[in-house]
């Protein structure tokens, strides 16, 4: 089995100091950098947009993973392959023509991926799995960090799970929402491949050490 990687969400990173949590992330055994784009339509809140987009890229050193949480992604498919996005992950909720959506993510370059949110069934992404680098299943609800995991999220894991195999395609699937040292082995045990942490690594007092902390216990 291959590893499971740790990707470091910079929506809980100090903003103020944006280049020194970078760096962290650039020297740990972090895989990912995630990024999380909010519109304040599709979700909620607001989070940040291309300008600091651009900024972050120039310091980034590994996969730049932005997760769109907005209506209408086919609009920027291409500014954020210009910016360097290496995966781009659109909402199923958020796209009427996913499949559109995902050729145009591939045309431009990078790796497309597809989000659902805690109420949508894996079985939606049946016809759409083989065109899929990655799927990502949300374990909150999108919108905000530092909530509590969903636990029906290792269901819809395994399930996703046996959807790729069951296609014999090669997606990915990342976890995103709540995840901890106390649910990374199950997550990881029940087929995710990525793992998204942003409050429990930039909360932590050793953002590196828990960074190989959550490394060790997925990968154990
Ligand atoms: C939530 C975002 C997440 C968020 C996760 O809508 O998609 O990436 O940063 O934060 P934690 O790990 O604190 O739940
Ligand atoms: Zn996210």
Request: proline share 3%; charged share 20%; with cysteine.
């Amino acid at each position: 089995m291959s590893d499971t990687l740790i990707a470091p969400s910079l929506l809980a990173a100090d903003f103020a100091n944006l280049q020194r949590d970078i760096e962290m992330v650039n020297n740990s055994e972090a895989d990912w950098f995630h990024i999380d784009i909010m519109d304040g339509v599709f979700v909620p809140n607001i989070s940040y947009g291309m300008p600091v987009l651009e900024a972050i890229k120039k310091h980034t050193k590994k996969t730049l993973d932005v997760h769109l949480m907005i209506v209408d992604p086919d609009r920027y498919i291409k500014e954020f392959a210009r910016i360097g996005a290496n995966v781009l992950t659109v909402h199923y909720e958020a796209c009427t023509h996913l499949h559109r959506t995902i050729q145009a993510i591939k045309a431009e370059g990078m790796k497309a991926g597809v989000a659902i949110n805690p109420h949508t069934s894996v079985d939606l992404l049946k016809d759409v799995i083989k065109d899929l680098d990655l799927v990502l299943v949300m374990s909150v609800n999108p919108g905000f960090g530092g909530q509590s995991f969903i636990e029906n999220t290792y269901v819809k894991i395994q399930k996703l799970k046996e959807l790729i195999t069951l296609n014999n395609a090669d997606t990915l699937i990342e976890v995103d929402g709540g995840v901890t040292d106390k649910n990374a082995a199950e997550l990881s045990q029940a087929g995710a491949n990525v793992l998204v942490a942003g409050s429990f690594v930039f909360k932590a007092e050793d953002q590196t050490a828990t960074i190989k902390n959550l490394k060790n216990i997925a990968n154990s």
